[in-house]
């Protein structure tokens, strides 16, 4: 298992880049170089889910999705008008400058603008994770987290805009009955 030969046989990732590495190859790589926790760490990252599996290596990175999540739900609670702590989950710490950056990002009028702001935000907090020394673990799991974000926005293509719209509007509308009426 060799970590340094996998970090250095990863592509560059740039934020307005598209992927240069897709899911399966980066999987498949981490699974070659890896111990089977790390690879799973690296895993988890990359797909965004958090099992609370090896939590201590990644409990920094899903803590500040949790507050960035708790942050948008407050901003989208109260433009409905509701309770915004009832829309968060518990977070054991606070972060000014991600309410901060959620509160700004929510003042765009935009959604797309608004959706690279917070995205932005996300692949900060990865920089941030990632580490100083490049040849770490901790690197990795940066890596994986901001590949995460460079996959998603790589898949937000017109094409695929259409195609979502195309389906959502092609639907048949549910029967309407006195009952349900």
């Not at 590495?21 to 790390?38: G, P, T």
């Not at 915004?84 to 797309?112: C, H, M, Y």
Request: with cysteine; charged share 25%.
């Amino acid at each position: 298992m060799s970590l340094p030969y996998l970090l250095a046989s990863l592509p560059y990732l740039h934020f307005d880049a598209p992927a240069p590495i897709n899911a399966e190859a980066f999987v498949a790589a981490c699974r070659a170089q890896l111990s089977e926790k790390d690879a799973a760490m690296a895993e988890m990252l990359l797909y965004g889910h958090d099992d609370n599996t090896g939590r201590e290596a990644c409990a920094t990175f899903f803590e500040k999705e949790t507050l960035i999540r708790n942050a948008i739900a407050r901003c989208r609670s109260m433009r409905r008008g509701k309770d915004p702590e009832l829309a968060t989950k518990p977070a054991s710490t606070a972060d000014v400058r991600i309410n901060n950056a959620v509160d700004a990002a929510f003042q765009l009028a935009d959604p797309a603008a608004r959706d690279t702001a917070l995205e932005r935000l996300r692949w900060d907090i990865a920089e941030e994770f990632s580490g100083v020394d490049p040849m770490m673990l901790q690197a990795l799991f940066g890596y994986a987290a901001k590949l995460r974000i460079c996959l998603r926005r790589t898949a937000m293509t017109q094409e695929a805009g259409a195609a979502i719209a195309k389906k959502i509007f092609n639907a048949p509308l549910p029967e309407v009955t006195h009952e349900s009426a």
